[in-house]
Structures are given as C-alpha cells and as structure tokens.
C-alpha cells in the first residue's frame, strides 16, 4: 500500500521525465521505517546519504526539508516505511552534471512490511548467479544504479525464499540483494569489506557499534561462500527489518537462530532511533 | 532546446515517482539523430534496444508505437535528437520486477546538436580516472545506470577537451564516455571487446560492417593506452555525431585525421538509414 508521495515538498507522484534520476540513476536513495511514528534513526540516515552526496557532487537539501516531507507524508500513519530518493534533477541530454543542479527530493511512504514468521525462525536464502562489478568509485552509496540487484531478485520465484546472497566478481561473499550479511564464529562477528561493492547500510553500522559496545569483537574483511560452513550463526540486516537470522543458505549449511543474532536483535540501541 | 516529450504516447513530460527507471536505473535507452526528418538507423536502434529488453526481461513495445512517438514529437523539426527511454514502468518497493510489468516509454525530441570545428580537425581527449566496473551482465546494453559515465564527466571542464577516453577497472581501454572508440593500425581497424563493460553502439556496429564490406580487416580485441601510440589514426563512433577523427589524447599520442577514418564518415552505409 502506497500512503502518500512528496516530490520537493509537494504531494505529486510525478517527475520530470529529464529528471537526471531518471536518465543515468543519478541519485541516491534511502529507505527507514517508522515505528510509533517516528522514523528511526533518522539522523543515521540523513548522515549517510549526506556522505553519498559529498561524494557525487549533488548538493544536500536541508534535514529540515526532508524532517517536514516526512511528516507530511507520515499523517495517520503510525507504522510505515518511508523512501526517499535525492535526484541531481532535470537536465539536458549528456552525462556532464549542471553546474547549479536543481536537486530533485523524493518522499513515499508505504504500509509497514509485517514480519513473517521466517523472520523469527530463520530466513532460507539462495546464492545467486548476478554478481557485483567493483568500482570503489560507487562502492557504500545505496545509489539508484541498481540493475545487478534487479537482475539478482529475477533469478527466484519461490516465496519461501526470502533473499538472495551476493558474490562480488571475484568470488568474495558482499551482501543480500537488500541486507548486509553478518557470520557468528567462535565469538566473533564477521562482515564484509565493501570497500569495492556492496552497500554501508545504516542497519549494518549500528550492529557493528552495538556488538563492540557490548564486548563483541568485529571482524571487518574478505569473506567467501566457505566461511559459511564454520559459521554458529548466519544473519541479515537492512533498516527496515532490523538484524534477521539466516536458517539456510540453499546448498550450503543450516543454522538455528543463535544467541549473538537474538541478544542484537533485541538490543535497544538496534531498536531505537 | 527541448522539443517534444512524449511518455507513453501522450505528450507530457510527467512520469510517476515509482517508476523503477528512477527507483533503480531499470531500463534502456537509444539516442538517435535525425536527419531530414528522418530517423537515421531507425531499425537498428530498436533492434538493439529490444535485445537488451530481452536480456533484462523487459516486455519490448511495438515498433510502430516509438514510430509514432518519433513522429509527434518531431512535428516541425528536420534536424533532431531523439531519446527513447524504455523502463520496466511503475512497481512497488523492492528490487524484484513485477510479474507483469507496464513498460513506461518515453521520448523526447531535442535540437539537433551543432558540429564543433574539433568534429573535422580532430577532437581533444582525456583520460579518464574513474574506470568501468566489470559485468557481463550488464555489458553492452545502453542501459539507465550511468553513474560511472556522469562521474568520469564531471573529471574536466575545459571546453576543448570534446570527450574522455574510459578503461576498465583491469585497465583495459573500453570506450570513452558517450562514444566507442577505434584505432588504425597498418590499415587494420581495431576496436575494444566490450563482453564485460562498454556499450555496444549501433554505429559502433555500422562501421565495423562497413569496414569488412570494404574490405578493411577489423579486430575485436582488448586494447591499452599503449596502443594509442603505435596507432596511425584514432576516431570515436556515436549515433549522433557519426565517427570522429582524435587529435590527441591528452599526456598521450597526436594525430591528423586519417584517410580511413575520413573515407568512413563519407560512406553512405555509415551516413544514411
């Protein structure tokens, strides 16, 4: 269920068809759920699309005017899911950015997602075929360029599989088409380096602080399809859902949901904004 | 100056917010020049856009319905620019593409480009920083994921530097930003293998046609900057502008314009519908 779309702080769904969002994916996008009424970690995620902006050139609307969109957008909803897209706005045909780009900003919310009951007992997750190109030059921006996760989505039809594992070119383990991934071995938590492809999703930074916080060591690095096998636990984590344990990988091991993923899950810092 | 836009046969320049063009760079798109009011290479470029359509599994529309948006949106105009935009249409969140999704097609027609005294004399080129991740998923489609070109773009701002030379994150030579790129060596024409980056352009493929058909040998192959050195003439392929002559790489070789690269812009193969 779609609730209601702001485009520069007015309720319309409709946008330019030069808009440079549209033309090249010349934009970025995050995502944030709202719980009682308050978008959590609203200021994460304002911070990370304002590092994505530095990095690309496009200038960076006030929180404030996002803040407003939001609200409006939010009214009657309690529970919701809110996109917001920032767009280098319209231009002429050409790759070459406007030297004062018009910024586009996009808000739409939507019904909350409803856990599913995999959510608690384990997701099953298949390995996909698509793989992430490197280029550190795009690498940690949840940018609008996002083909290879279209592509990897398209690969199943079976409703009890819940996402889809990625491998970058070179074989490395980076993330689920829409979550990072996290390993539990021996005490340590394990993600990848996503120095090259992958997304620094805020739901992944708040777990690695948290873990450290609570004593738990992290391992940032490389890690392969192998590593799954001398995992004692497997989870997901996106902004929206939170941390989910993995109960299968499909063709490799199964897990119970363990004690590191449940204490996160539940832990207040993950919880709240 | 724009012309005409057409979204889906109805003259607006409006499309949804949720389209998965914007969301996520889900589509296509052909830049085609006109001439005399006429579409140059009309077939080829919706036969290329409908192979990519196939690869990405998006429904491809009748090539009467963009016929007739070229048409409409070129009302009054000889001498255009056309750009089709082809997307996989509205969706929900989430990167798995609809079941049966409604193709959003989008034309704009815009002033033709003038020729630059550089067309002739020889264009000016820089060489890229920002390189092209590797996917053969991707490769060859003219697709709406363009944030490597817009980055590389946004490299220069020097006027008489026409276009930037792009490699691949191995340090291939691919194409430069909005153009592929040939060389001639000892009468032989080579041009970059793009299996893994690059865009399969339709002149790109008209000249290497018209080549062979003049009986110039072409190889397909992988190219470095060290092969700008040993090359006797260089020139860039576009729909728009038709090959181009280089006149230097910047901190690389110079050159003249050459009597293949002249004789190939003359042809009427490469000219003419």
Redesign the interface.
């Known amino acids: 269920m779609?609730g209601r779309?702001l485009?520069n702080g007015v309720e319309?769904?409709?946008?330019?068809?030069?808009?440079?969002?549209?033309?090249?994916?010349?934009g970025l996008?995050e995502?944030m759920a709202v719980v009682d009424g308050e978008v959590r970690h609203f200021k994460r995620h304002v911070a990370r699309v304002k590092a994505s902006c530095d990095r690309?050139?496009i200038p960076m609307p006030a929180a404030s005017a996002i803040e407003r969109d939001c609200e409006v957008a939010l009214q009657g909803m309690a529970s919701a899911?809110i996109?917001l897209?920032l767009?280098?706005g319209p231009g002429?045909?050409?790759?070459?950015?406007p030297k004062d780009p018009s910024v586009t900003r996009?808000v739409?919310s939507?019904a909350a997602r409803n856990p599913s009951a995999a959510d608690e007992k384990g997701l099953v997750l298949r390995v996909c075929d698509?793989?992430?190109?490197?280029?550190p030059?795009?690498a940690g921006m949840k940018?609008?360029?996002?083909?290879?996760?279209?592509?990897?989505?398209?690969e199943w039809d079976d409703p009890t599989i819940s996402e889809g594992l990625m491998l970058s070119?070179d074989g490395r383990l980076v993330c689920a088409?829409?979550s990072n991934v996290f390993l539990v071995r021996d005490g340590v938590l394990h993600t990848p380096d996503i120095r090259d492809?992958g997304v620094a999703g805020v739901m992944r930074e708040i777990v690695i602080e948290t873990a450290r916080v609570e004593g738990t060591d992290v391992v940032i690095g490389d890690l392969t399809l192998a590593d799954l096998a001398s995992a004692q636990e497997v989870f997901l984590t996106n902004a929206v859902t939170g941390p989910r344990p993995v109960a299968q990988v499909l063709g490799h091991s199964r897990w119970e949901p363990g004690p590191v993923t449940l204490a996160l899950a539940a832990n207040p810092r993950v919880i709240r904004p």
Chains 1, 2 share one sequence.
Request: proline content about 3%; aromatic content about 4%; some cysteine.
């Open positions: 779609i779309r485009v319309t769904s409709s946008v330019a068809s030069d808009d440079r969002g549209l033309q090249y994916g010349d996008f995502t690309l050139g899911t996109k897209m767009t280098r002429p045909r050409g790759y070459r950015p996009i739409i939507s698509t793989r992430l190109g490197l280029n030059a795009l940018h609008l360029n996002r083909l290879e996760q279209v592509l990897a989505c398209s070119m088409t829409a492809c």
